[in-house]
């Protein structure tokens, strides 16, 4: 955090190098549009071919074929959940959290991309509907479904409070991980990664820019739908902070299950539609 009290004295044309206009980053015009109406056709009659219940404090994986679409739907009450998306034939591509919210901003919703790891760098899911999208950003500077909060781990916990608590999100995604790939817990931990926080109510506080958590606004009956662009693997945390209301890592807080409904188009309209192909970027690096 910024020092209350400086050390150092401003220099004398300091108003005006603080006045200078932002550019943004990573202008997005460039890149291909989510072709939403595509989708939205696709999306017209699809059949629900599953469902994955995630119990409160737990997470369980689910795949999600290229060209149809995952739901994540509250139940039963106010929850939030963490997100981790892999390639389905390798995990090593996965879903880069910072990479977008650089491209996206911090919170994300309906038309935004979920971007995978280098050296691909593609889109692995795209929002097509958000129940949420009303909320925008309230007074606080919060919103929903952010790409900042990385995710509730047992090592941030045990540097704060000397616990040892098991059913942080990312323990919860490791675990889910390992029964999905057969691999030993410890092996297959390196493959959690940031998350999207689908549903969480998150912020920077205006004065310090901290990073802050409130109760989420999501109901019963809301969802946040994506389309798979590649073959996925997800992996849903029910966050042990249910609501995010008072407190995470620890068994204090109400939680809830969420559900995972998986909806398979059943029209032509992808019949010209091809997963997005790994980033071109030649990898050389100079040498
Ligand atoms: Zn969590």
């Given at each position: 955090?910024?020092?209350?009290?400086?050390?150092h004295?401003?220099?004398?044309d300091?108003?005006?190098?603080?006045?200078?206009e932002?550019?943004?980053?990573?202008?997005?015009d460039t890149?291909?549009?989510?072709?939403?109406?595509?989708?939205?056709?696709?999306?017209v009659?699809?059949?629900?071919?599953?469902?994955?219940?995630i119990?409160?404090?737990?997470a369980?994986?689910?795949?999600?074929p290229?060209g149809?679409?995952?739901?994540?739907?509250?139940?039963?009450?106010p929850?939030?959940g963490?997100?981790?998306?892999?390639n389905?034939h390798d995990?090593?591509?996965?879903?880069?959290a910072?990479?977008?919210?650089?491209?996206?901003?911090t919170?994300?919703?309906?038309g935004?991309?979920?971007?995978?790891?280098?050296?691909?760098?593609?889109?692995?899911?795209?929002?097509t509907?958000d129940?949420?999208?009303?909320y925008?950003?309230?007074?606080?500077?919060?919103s929903?479904?952010?790409?900042?909060?990385t995710?509730?781990?047992p090592?941030?916990a045990?540097?704060?409070a000397?616990?040892?608590y098991?059913?942080?999100?990312?323990s919860?995604?490791c675990?889910a991980?390992?029964?999905?790939?057969?691999?030993d817990?410890r092996?297959?931990?390196?493959?959690?990664?940031?998350?999207?926080n689908?549903?969480?109510?998150?912020?920077f506080?205006?004065?310090?820019?901290?990073?802050?958590m409130?109760?989420?606004p999501?109901r019963?009956?809301?969802?946040?739908?994506?389309?798979?662009e590649?073959d996925?693997i997800?992996?849903?945390s029910?966050?042990?902070?249910g609501a995010?209301?008072s407190?995470?890592?620890s068994?204090?807080?109400?939680c809830?299950p969420?559900l995972v409904?998986?909806?398979?188009p059943?029209n032509?309209?992808?019949s010209?539609?091809t997963?997005?192909p790994?980033?071109?970027?030649?990898?050389?690096?100079?040498?």
């Amino acid at each position: 955090m910024k020092l209350t009290n400086p050390q150092h004295t401003a220099p004398a044309d300091s108003a005006a190098r603080k006045a200078v206009e932002p550019v943004i980053c990573y202008p997005v015009d460039t890149l291909p549009p989510a072709d939403l109406d595509l989708y939205t056709r696709a999306r017209v009659g699809a059949k629900k071919t599953g469902e994955v219940l995630i119990p409160p404090r737990e997470a369980r994986t689910f795949h999600v074929p290229a060209g149809t679409f995952f739901r994540i739907v509250s139940v039963e009450g106010p929850q939030v959940g963490d997100l981790n998306l892999w390639n389905a034939h390798d995990i090593n591509e996965r879903f880069y959290a910072g990479k977008t919210r650089a491209l996206h901003g911090t919170h994300l919703s309906t038309g935004d991309r979920m971007w995978s790891s280098f050296p691909t760098l593609r889109p692995m899911a795209t929002i097509t509907d958000d129940t949420l999208d009303w909320y925008g950003f309230d007074a606080f500077g919060g919103s929903v479904h952010d790409v900042i909060g990385t995710r509730c781990d047992p090592y941030t916990a045990n540097l704060l409070a000397g616990t040892n608590y098991h059913h942080c999100c990312h323990s919860n995604l490791c675990r889910a991980l390992a029964e999905e790939t057969g691999q030993d817990v410890r092996a297959i931990e390196a493959h959690v990664h940031d998350v999207l926080n689908v549903f969480m109510c998150t912020g920077f506080t205006r004065d310090t820019q901290q990073y802050f958590m409130k109760a989420t606004p999501v109901r019963p009956g809301d969802y946040l739908e994506f389309f798979a662009e590649i073959d996925l693997i997800g992996g849903l945390s029910a966050c042990p902070g249910g609501a995010c209301d008072s407190q995470h890592s620890s068994d204090t807080a109400q939680c809830h299950p969420l559900l995972v409904e998986l909806y398979c188009p059943v029209n032509e309209a992808l019949s010209e539609w091809t997963s997005p192909p790994a980033n071109a970027y030649d990898r050389s690096h100079g040498v």
